[in-house]
């Protein structure tokens, strides 16, 4: 099983930049797909990003709200996945979560296993 820890998370300013990371332990991280999804105060979970097990060319997806300026990346030797995040807008602002999925490509909060506790992200403007 995977356990997940989220860190990175704070207050900025539109514009900005901030850098999470989910640190995992287990003995399958590897074997996960890991997603990153966020929720804001009155909202569903969405659904943010996503990397595949291997993390080679053509294995991620993400949603059109954050595309082009939020990139997700694994280091499977620190067991660790990463979400830059550029450009910040006061619309991210949310708590964020990463997850594992023992499928790569879905979007849906009940498609994966395990959640970390979540990390607060929040831009002003």
């Known amino acids: 099983q995977a356990q997940l820890v989220e860190s990175g998370g704070g207050l900025v300013q539109a514009g900005d930049s901030l850098r999470l990371s989910c640190a995992a332990s287990?003995?399958?991280?590897?074997?996960?797909?890991m997603g990153w999804f966020r929720q804001a105060p009155g909202k569903e979970r969405e659904f943010v990003a996503v990397?595949?097990?291997?993390?080679?060319?053509?294995?991620?997806i993400y949603a059109d709200s954050v595309k082009g300026r939020f990139t997700i990346s694994r280091d499977n030797a620190k067991n660790t996945v990463y979400l830059q995040m550029n450009s910040l807008k006061p619309e991210d602002t949310a708590v964020y979560y990463c997850?594992?999925?023992?499928?790569?490509?879905?979007?849906?909060?009940?498609?994966?296993?395990?959640w970390g506790q979540g990390t607060q992200v929040t831009v002003s403007s």
């Open positions: 997850a594992a999925d023992t499928v790569y490509g879905r979007r849906s909060p009940n498609a994966y296993s395990y």
């Open positions: 990397i595949s097990w291997s993390g080679g060319s053509g294995s991620t």
């Open positions: 287990g003995r399958t991280f590897s074997r996960y797909a």
